[in-house]
T-cell receptor, first 116, second 109 residues
């Protein structure tokens, strides 16, 4: 079975540009979360979507937006890119939310964004 | 103050050794606790959940101290394949996990 797939795997943008990152969750998973991981740091929560509704948002500016489609895939959009947006963007899927019983998120390999 | 703080290490240990490290969390309302493992330039993967009574999974033992708000992980009989970054993870709602910056462990032959 396919795991979480993300695209593109690597990309380079310049300041001020816009980027769209895509994620397909594990088949049967209805929840998708997005995390940003800066080099040397742990993943930081950006968004969670469940059944196409935003359920939670982390401490990120409005330049960051996301959506989930009827097939449960998701897009993360970042506008007006800054140098500090350079990071690994991880998508994770789970059956429902992050259950307090299991807490297991299944991560994709990430999209590595470099902003010049 | 960071939500989850960890000693970054690195912990450099020989094969067969025991290594232990902790993390602390700031939100006393936290409900769920985990250790994730992340190999170099790879995605994080769940290693084990952490329960109040403490729990073991093979060579790995996790402990939770709610009063002091810290979580520990102990690895016995270290293997070369245990070399990785270990992420301490805390959840207090159903949609967000808070990750520490990770503790790097290197096991040498």
């Amino acid at each position: 079975d396919a795991g979480v797939t993300q695209s593109p795997t690597h990309l380079i943008k310049t300041r001020g540009q816009h980027v769209t990152l895509r994620c397909s969750p594990i088949s049967g998973h209805k929840s998708v979360s997005w995390y940003q991981q800066v080099l040397g740091q742990g993943p930081q929560f950006i968004f969670q979507y469940y059944e196409k509704e935003e359920r939670g948002r982390g401490n990120f500016p409005d330049r960051f937006s996301a959506r989930q489609f009827p097939n449960y895939s998701s897009e993360l959009n970042v506008n007006a890119l800054l140098l500090g947006d350079s990071a690994l963007y991880l998508c994770a899927s789970s059956l429902i939310g992050v259950s307090t019983n299991t807490g297991e998120l299944f991560f994709g390999e990430g999209s590595r964004l470099t902003v010049l | 103050r960071k939500e989850v703080e960890q000693d970054p290490g690195p912990f450099n240990v020989p094969e067969g050794a025991t290594v232990a490290f902790n993390c602390t969390y700031s939100n006393s309302a936290s409900q769920s606790f985990f250790w994730y493992r992340q190999d170099c330039r790879k995605e994080p993967k769940l290693l084990m959940s952490v329960y109040s009574s403490g729990n073991e999974d093979g060579r790995f033992t996790a402990q939770l101290n709610r009063a002091s708000q810290y979580i520990s992980l102990l690895i016995r009989d270290s293997k070369l394949s245990d070399s990785a970054t270990y992420l301490c993870v805390v959840g207090y709602n159903d949609y967000k996990l808070s990750f520490g910056a990770g503790t790097t462990v290197t096991v040498r032959a």
